[in-house]
């Protein structure tokens, strides 16, 4: 596909229709802009909701908040076709819609095979679709309802309880549409009791193997619950399933699909990846005693939350595929997370009594600040507090070695740490006065290393000379711009299943140059959302929330020195690129997460102190260095546990995948044995 955009670039056609794409290109970003204004007024219930909105925004979070949501909302509402994928297209067909069409079809003869594929594996797993119904549409209702009866796996029923809506009509439908279809199975509370309560009496008439939540309002596409069912198949101790969803407008339009991540801890404790479509065990739910009253607004995470403690992590299934369609209209939860400010309260009440039930009930939970819909944990530092150690390779460049040093020493509030410069064979005399000053510091200790540039070998002698519990690598052109850097990194660092801890390192320009690295992107590895101005949150909050990444740079890294040296550091076979993803994949290997925290936050003047890779010897030592990542790691890279077989491996946007890397059909599910 990239050879196909660059000879299409290079045509004659291309460089003579140059002076139309000038014009047209702003002509038809206008038209765009104009869309997606048009789409989200009329989402958000109407020009004047939408201009109450904005005011309460301006007024909470200034112009520069303001500005973020727009900016979150384009990429939510507005996915952009690359030159790549316009081929594709049909004229004038939405490139979401052209997605489906051409790597999710739901056409008769796909839904035929993937039915002929359950029947021939001989599976019967049953679910109950559990659906609190309260006042909802009626429209919206029998949509959802005929959403279900038109599932292409027949071993289902819908267990639906009405909260005692006040709209007789909504007992009619149900009554109507029961009568008319025996696996549609009712309860009627006398007594309106909300949204917990509600899902509790559907569950008690519950007899499947597995409970598929869902909505009133909302629509599973037709084979949402056969790829369940073939998860199921696949992993049979599994207790808790759940996949992509998209969102569905008032006249039925898909789009701003989530493609989520398998199953990532951290990011659960900040946003609930789980949501929809999410299928539970039914003997677990019965041991855990349902959902808990007194959480609603958060009753799906909680829930969640406390199956995951009773079945662990590795019991925990993702399906990535867009197998719900959740309901965008004013006032759903859908549209805006600002519309029900209840949930907030539950949220962080759902969160905190895990982590009491797991044993850490000192770590606070709060919103992260200045990011919508976001929460962030915070574990307790450890006491005493430990030595760690920030060891530095340098050469020359006096004036970024100054400036990474000096902020570290005036901006850290941290009163136990150390640095360990290497310095490798500086000859600049500014430098090496520098060095002979900073020397005299106590908290700081130089080093030798006059060897040929090898950025792996530096860093296992720098750590060789500490005397720190734990460590930071880090690059001579960080400059420190919090004070309590080392606080956020050590919160993180000392917890005992995770590894590497990774910041969020922003260019000069204010763009963002680290938030994680996604193995696979550019063949081995590379930023997620590099490029991305300050105030957007990245896709679906990612960047801007705690998360575990396969890997994070070394640029700034903090780990037990313990664990460095149980994996035996940095491989120095590996003189310049990639030393550090394959440092936290060793780390990986040892069962531990490595986690990126957007909360420490600095400034990187990338390489600033070293040339290119893409010239010269360096481009051949850049080839082969890749070629020892994929032989080493070829497997994770092919697909990276933290990012979707459905978003791209061509860039660092976390836009689609085109095409998709998600098979049409798994043919390497083995048949039910008889």
Not at 143 to 163: F, K, M, N, T
Not at 208 to 217: K, P, S, T
Not at 535 to 562: D, E, P, W
Request: proline residues 5%; negative net charge.
């Amino acid at each position: 596909m990239h050879h196909l955009a660059t000879a299409l670039q290079q045509s004659l056609c291309w460089r003579v229709t140059a002076p139309i794409r000038w014009v047209g290109t702003p002509i038809n970003r206008t038209r765009q802009k104009v869309a997606l204004v048009r789409r989200s007024i009329a989402m958000r219930g109407g020009v004047g909701k939408t201009a109450s909105q904005a005011v309460n925004i301006l007024r909470n979070e200034g112009v520069q908040g303001l500005q973020a949501r727009i900016s979150n909302a384009e990429r939510l509402l507005n996915v952009p076709a690359a030159a790549a994928q316009a081929a594709l297209l049909q004229p004038g067909e939405d490139p979401y819609h052209g997605w489906l069409r051409l790597y999710d079809p739901t056409d008769k003869a796909a839904m035929a095979a993937l039915g002929q594929k359950i029947e021939d594996l001989g599976i019967t797993t049953t679910f109950s679709v559990v659906m609190p119904v309260y006042n909802p549409p009626l429209d919206y209702l029998r949509q959802a309802i005929e959403s279900v009866q038109a599932q292409v796996y027949p071993h289902w029923e819908i267990c639906i309880a009405d909260d005692a809506s006040p709209n007789a009509a909504v007992r009619e439908l149900l009554t109507e549409l029961a009568a008319q279809d025996p696996r549609i199975k009712l309860v009627f509370r006398e007594k309106n009791g909300h949204i917990s309560a509600a899902t509790n009496s559907a569950l008690e008439i519950a007899t499947g193997d597995y409970i598929a939540l869902m909505d009133n309002d909302d629509l599973l596409p037709p084979h949402a619950l056969a790829y369940m069912a073939l998860a199921a198949h696949q992993h049979p101790q599994a207790g808790l399933i759940y996949s992509d969803e998209d969102k569905v407008t008032e006249d039925n339009v898909r789009q701003a699909p989530y493609f989520k991540c398998q199953f990532n801890y951290e990011l659960f404790l900040s946003q609930n990846m789980i949501s929809h479509f999410g299928v539970y065990r039914r003997s677990v739910l019965e041991e855990i005693g349902g959902f808990r009253v007194g959480y609603e607004g958060a009753q799906d995470w909680d829930l969640a939350l406390r199956v995951i403690e009773k079945v662990g992590p590795e019991n925990i299934v993702h399906v990535p595929r867009v197998l719900y369609h959740w309901r965008i209209f004013p006032g759903s939860t859908a549209l805006a997370l600002e519309e029900k400010d209840y949930a907030l309260k539950a949220q962080i009440e759902s969160i905190t009594s895990h982590l009491q039930r797991i044993g850490k009930p000192d770590t606070q939970v709060y919103p992260a600040p200045g990011i919508p819909g976001l929460l962030r944990i915070k574990h307790r530092l450890p006491d005493p507090l430990p030595l760690v150690s920030i060891v530095i390779p340098t050469r020359d460049r006096v004036e970024l070695l100054s400036m990474c040093v000096n902020s570290i020493l005036e901006k850290t509030a941290y009163p136990n740490y150390q640095i360990v410069v290497v310095d490798n064979g500086s000859t600049d005399e500014k430098a090496l006065a520098y060095l002979d000053s900073i020397a005299k510091d106590e908290r700081v200790k130089v080093i030798r290393a006059d060897i040929p540039f090898n950025y792996s070998a530096l860093n296992n002698l720098g750590v060789a000379q500490t005397d720190g519990e734990y460590l930071v690598l880090m690059n001579n052109d960080i400059e420190i711009t919090q004070t309590d850097w080392l606080e956020e990194m050590l919160a993180f660092a000392c917890q005992p299943d995770i590894g590497c801890v990774g910041a969020q390192l922003w260019y000069p320009n204010n763009t963002l140059q680290h938030g994680g690295v996604v193995l696979g992107i550019g063949g081995v590895a590379s930023h997620a959302h590099k490029g991305i101005p300050r105030g957007n949150f990245g896709y679906f909050g990612r960047a801007s929330a705690h998360q575990m990444f396969s890997a994070v740079t070394a640029a700034c890294l903090m780990i037990r020195k313990s664990t460095y040296q149980a994996v035996d550091g940095f491989d120095e076979t590996l003189k310049v690129a990639y030393n550090d993803v394959d440092f936290c994949l060793k780390v990986r290997a040892q069962g531990l997460r490595n986690l990126y925290n957007p909360f420490a936050s600095f400034i990187h003047h990338e390489s600033a102190s070293r040339g290119s890779d893409q010239e010269g010897s360096n481009q051949q030592r850049l080839a082969a260095e890749a070629a020892i990542m994929k032989q080493r790691w070829g497997a994770l890279i092919a697909d990276d546990p933290a990012y979707s077989p459905n978003l791209t491996l061509l860039g660092d946007d976390f836009s689609m995948a085109w095409p998709s890397r998600v098979a049409a059909l798994d043919v390497s599910v083995s048949p039910v044995a008889s």
